[in-house]
């Protein structure tokens, strides 16, 4: 465990051993060995700062209950935690889509994450949920964090899912939910190609 007992911090909680986040990543994706799976979940559980890290990967009301990890197709993440990726020396490769829009994309091995920046009108837009849907399979992360005023929301497809995957289009659709229905804010299209 960190920090001292009794003592609270002002500002940010110690941690003598903070993950990597190229290695939290991976844990919340599920592309981690048991055995380093096991280490980190060990040290999320008695660690905030480690935890609230991964926190910011994706949302945690909609993502983690009670287990930390996701194993989804993929996370929206924070205009933050994409900073301090690229602050880490992370690799990442970027695509901006309008939406209705279609990008050809493709995942390098030397690409740490691949992050979608989906353009989207989203003001007075109270719920967004977003939908992933391949020929095969379809996921929704339902009430997504995002910032009415940002314009986008950026989205943290499974880097080590698309390195596997052939050739294919996926298609991610945001949706503003409110009490009446939803309806959707825009499809974004990505053609993709093993590189
Ligand atoms: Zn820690």
């Not at 209950?65 to 490769?93: C, I, N, W, Y």
């Not at 497809?157 to 596997?164: G, H, Q, V």
Request: charged content about 20%; proline content about 6%.
């Amino acid at each position: 465990m960190h920090g001292h007992r009794g003592r609270r911090a002002v500002s940010r909680p110690n941690c003598t051993a903070p993950i990597a986040l190229d290695a939290l990543v991976q844990y919340w994706f599920g592309e981690l060995a048991q055995d380093d799976e096991q280490r980190i979940e060990e040290h999320l559980l008695g660690c905030s700062l480690c935890s609230g890290q991964l926190g910011e990967l994706a949302d945690l009301g909609a993502g983690i209950g009670s287990s930390f990890r996701s194993g989804a197709v993929g996370a929206v993440v924070s205009p933050t935690l994409v900073h301090d990726m690229k602050q880490e020396g992370l690799r990442l490769r970027e695509y901006r889509v309008g939406p209705g829009g279609s990008v050809n994309c493709t995942v390098g091995a030397a690409d740490d994450a691949v992050v979608s920046r989906l353009q989207a009108h989203l003001e007075g837009v109270t719920r967004v949920d977003l939908v992933h849907s391949t020929g095969s399979s379809e996921v929704r992360l339902p009430d997504i964090p995002f910032e009415p005023a940002a314009g986008e929301v950026l989205y943290c497809p499974s880097a080590a899912r698309l390195r596997k995957a052939p050739a294919h289009t996926a298609v991610v659709r945001l949706l503003a939910v409110d009490e009446v229905g939803e309806h959707p804010i825009g499809d974004y299209t990505f053609i993709h190609t093993p590189s």
